[in-house]
Each structure stands twice: as structure tokens, then as C-alpha cells.
């Protein structure tokens, strides 16, 4: 499992600690440091990367991402596809997790669990994109909700944000997949494979059933299947 390097995880801190909104009654319930982001690394080489909103109440109290119920259907797919089985318990949503990469668009916990503005979503963009970038070599990223997937649109042009909106709006969206390319402000860049799918939430009413066949679907289209499967 990788960790931060220290100025980007320093560079983290920082922005949190300007950023109104954190939910630090929270992170006191669970003796937390609110400043602390909530990241999953994974393997530098793990082959696919999950990219969705923020972290919930679940997520602070583990110090994990997509721990709490919705993902623990991305992390019970995972299981299915690594064993062929059911996942058993708890235990094994966190083990299952490490072989995978995971990020959000804000990696602190909102109060009330709404999204993040754009502005502040605007300020983080630079230190999470040189994570998704620097931290980690596979460039295939399922993407969970509309924001997550919008979020490659931030600081890029018009015409990279209309292509990303319109791809949004397709009926084949969760089949499909979009290719955008991320630039940080010293002129690297990297190229991503976005392959959404809806947000595994309970309140996603219209998706959420169909979440699980879904996600299958996307892991056997990038390959993901094979790779976890000798993990």
C-alpha cells in the first residue's frame, strides 16, 4: 500500500484547514483528525481506480473510503470477481479494497453529507488530480454519480467540459466509456479512460438495484476481472 509523499499530503492539510464545511464534529465522534485526508492508494499498479464524491460518517470512523453501505456494493463486486463468491463479512470489504485505487473529488467528510461546492471542489482539484496522476499508473477509472464523473471538466476548456455533459447525457453511459486528459499546472498530463457508473447509494433509487450487474459489467470490460482474480 502506497502512502501520500510529503508535500502533497502536507499540501492536503493545508487546503482542509482554510476549507469551512468539514463535518469535525464527526471526525471528534471518532477521534479523528479532521485535517487527515481519507484516501485509498492501493498498489501503484493496482489495475483500476474508483473515483466518486466525498467521504461519508463510515469513512471517518474507518479512516477509509468507500467503506460505508454504498461501498460496500463496490466492494462486495470486487469480492464476486476476486472469488466467486459472496463476501462474508466486514473484514473482507476492508481486505478486498486493498488491491484497487480509490479517490474522491474532496477527501473530507461535508457536514450533512451534501457536495462539496464548486469552489472548493475548485481548490482541491489541482492536489487530487497530481495524486490520480503521480500516485498511481493505471488510467482506467470508474467513475460513481454524476459529480465524480463531471469533476474531469474542472479548470479544463469549454470544450472538454461540453464533451463530458454530453457524454453524460447518453442512455449508454454506464456501458460506454470517455477519454479525457488531465493537466497540472507544470504542463504534465495524463490521459484517462472514464468509464461511469450511477452511485451506489440506497437513495438512487432508479440505479441502485441494477448497481451490482453494473459494476460486473465494467469490470469485465477493462479487463479487472482476470487481473484481481490473481491478485
Not at 460506454?176 to 451506489?200: I, N, Q, S, V, Y
Request: charged share 25%; glycine share 8%; net charge neutral.
Amino acid at each position: 500500500m502506497m502512502t501520500l509523499d510529503a508535500s502533497l499530503h502536507n499540501a492536503f492539510r493545508h487546503e482542509a484547514e482554510a476549507t469551512q464545511g468539514i463535518d469535525t464534529a464527526s471526525y471528534a465522534e471518532f477521534e479523528r483528525d479532521p485535517l487527515e485526508p481519507i484516501i485509498g492508494l492501493g498498489p501503484r499498479d493496482a489495475p483500476v481506480g474508483f473515483f466518486g464524491r466525498d467521504p461519508g460518517k463510515q469513512e471517518v470512523r474507518w479512516a477509509e473510503p468507500f467503506i460505508g453501505s454504498g461501498g460496500q456494493k463496490v466492494r462486495q463486486g470486487l469480492y464476486r470477481t476476486m472469488y466467486g463468491e459472496p463476501m462474508p463479512d466486514f473484514d473482507a470489504s476492508r481486505e478486498v479494497g486493498r488491491h484497487v485505487f480509490w479517490a474522491n473529488t474532496v477527501p473530507y467528510k461535508p457536514i450533512g453529507n451534501k457536495a462539496w461546492s464548486m469552489a472548493v471542489k475548485k481548490r482541491f482539484q489541482p492536489l487530487v488530480a497530481e495524486m490520480l496522476m503521480t500516485h498511481w499508473q493505471g488510467r482506467e477509472l470508474i467513475t460513481l454519480g454524476r459529480e465524480a464523473f463531471l469533476w474531469f471538466g474542472i479548470h479544463q476548456s469549454r470544450d472538454v467540459r461540453q464533451a463530458l455533459e454530453a457524454f453524460w447525457q447518453r442512455d449508454d453511459r454506464f456501458e460506454a466509456c470517455h477519454t479525457t486528459t488531465l493537466c497540472l499546472e507544470d504542463g504534465r498530463e495524463a490521459t484517462f479512460e472514464l468509464a461511469p457508473l450511477p452511485h451506489p447509494s440506497p437513495l438512487n433509487q432508479a440505479w441502485f438495484k441494477r448497481f451490482p450487474e453494473l459494476l460486473q459489467a465494467r469490470l469485465e470490460q477493462l479487463g479487472v476481472a482476470r487481473c484481481l482474480a490473481r491478485a
